[in-house]
């Protein structure tokens, strides 16, 4: 009991490597993008198109910021309407150019403000669920902190999904959990391990396709080996013909939830 809840401290533990941090370990060249062209730039999204082992892709990242300043920035990872439209955007020019998508998850959720909600924010991750599930283009989705909600999920419509082993991804985080069906804060262990929401549960699940391993190692040899990971799955995924791509992908998504 509680373990779900140490890989959720983890996930969320200071100093751990962010989005553009991994970005800059596995990719070359990497030129940001900005601006959803409706109404500004969200900098808790951060992506543009870069080179992976020699083939282009668009990488698309929630960066929470390695220091104080930029936490708050780049609103500590919560992407508001923008920053969704923002990685719309490039994943409709990555779907133009026949660019794989490559996306990486860390996030609590995304921005809950009232000029978040006004600017359409539920209109916002929708949209990215509904356009993402069609995109003619190979989608991968790394999960490497927190995964919640809709805030993850809006970038992780995708062929492949890859979790670090300290990663997790829910509905809601153990803390709303334990408030809700408790009332109780206290019962935030009981809550992580109810959600099922650590690596090794998702790939249970079938949610995640290959767990990352993180124990005893630094961030180049982490981002060595997903960078080998990435490019198989490409590699795989690119020789597919593209009606045969979104036939798996929504029969993927379509067989969550299913009860033995």
């Known amino acids: 009991m509680g373990i ?31 601006g959803d062209r409706r109404f500004a730039d969200d900098p808790a999204v951060a992506g543009g198109i870069a080179w992976l082992r020699g083939a282009p892709v668009t990488v698309i990242g929630i960066e929470k910021g390695a220091s104080t300043k930029e936490h708050i920035r780049r609103n500590f990872g919560a992407p508001s309407p923008e920053g969704y439209r923002k990685a719309l955007r490039l994943m409709k020019q990555a779907e133009k150019f026949q660019r794989p998508v490559i996306c990486f998850v860390d996030t609590a ?19 990215n669920l509904m356009e993402m599930m069609t995109l003619r283009t190979p989608i991968l989705s790394v999960f490497i902190g927190e995964g919640g909600s809709g805030g993850a999920l809006a970038l992780a419509v995708a062929d492949r999904v890859l979790m670090l082993e300290n990663a997790v991804y829910s509905v809601i985080s153990p803390e709303g959990c334990a408030s809700i069906l408790w009332k109780d804060p206290k019962k935030v262990r009981e809550a992580a391990d109810c959600l099922n929401m650590t690596a090794d549960d998702m790939r249970r ?56």
């Open 205 to 260: 699940l079938g949610i995640a396709d290959s767990i990352v391993t993180e124990t005893g190692r630094d961030l180049p040899a982490i981002a060595q080996e997903l960078e080998l990971a990435l490019s198989r799955e490409l590699e795989c995924l690119c020789a597919l013909p593209v009606s045969l791509l979104l036939e798996q992908r929504y029969a993927r998504f379509r067989g969550f939830g299913r009860l033995e």
């Open 4 to 34: 779900a809840y140490e890989k959720v401290q983890a996930a969320r533990m200071k100093g751990r490597p962010t989005s553009l941090s991994y970005i800059q370990q596995i990719f070359t060249d990497f030129i940001e993008l900005h």
């Open 109 to 127: 959720g995304a921005h809950c403000g009232v000029g978040a909600e006004e600017r359409g924010q539920g209109l916002a991750i929708a949209e």
